[in-house]
């Protein structure tokens, strides 16, 4: 981890020592300055820690408003889908976001994933057919191997 500076080990030179006099003695002994310019260097490199924050706390942290969304959303009665298509990072905006779609009517309390009642063209007959009611001879005809000429 880091170093710490003990009181006990840190003398005090007059102002005209140099640390490269001492080195013959064994002990090295560091001026006022030097001890300002490490612990500087020391407190900058904590510093710098404590404002990056690694990895798996950003993703601690996009969780933890991911799941502030949906429980938003289920007091709401609000589509889970809006997890999916809006931005989760931020809580609040993401709340705002959900009131201006409830606004403008796409985003309606207890929206569903049923159907909304639009009609499309799929190219195919919907109508009763013989498949509505197939008898037992029609399911084993469709299941049976056939054979090659």
């Known amino acids: ?23 013959g003695q064994g002990n090295k002994t560091f001026t006022q300055e030097e001890v300002n310019r490490i612990v500087s260097e020391r407190l900058a490199k904590e510093r710098a ?34 997890l999916d298509i809006l931005d989760t990072n ?9 009131e201006k779609l409830r606004e403008a009517g796409f985003a309606s309390q207890g ?12 190219g195919m007959s919907h109508q009763s057919s013989d498949f509505s009611n197939p008898s037992e001879s029609q399911i084993a005809d469709a299941f049976k191997l056939k054979q090659r000429s």
């Open 1 to 23: 981890m880091s170093e710490q500076i003990d009181d006990k080990s840190i003398e005090q030179q007059p102002n005209n020592s140099t640390p490269e006099d001492n080195e």
């Open 49 to 82: 820690k404590h404002n990056n924050p690694s990895v798996k706390e950003q993703e601690l942290a996009a969780r933890e408003s991911k799941l502030a969304c949906r429980e938003y959303l289920l007091d709401t009665g609000g589509d889970s889908v809006l």
């Open 111 to 122: 929206a569903s994933n049923q159907s909304s009642g639009v009609r499309m063209r799929t």
């Open 90 to 98: 931020d809580p609040d905006k993401f709340k705002a976001s959900v």
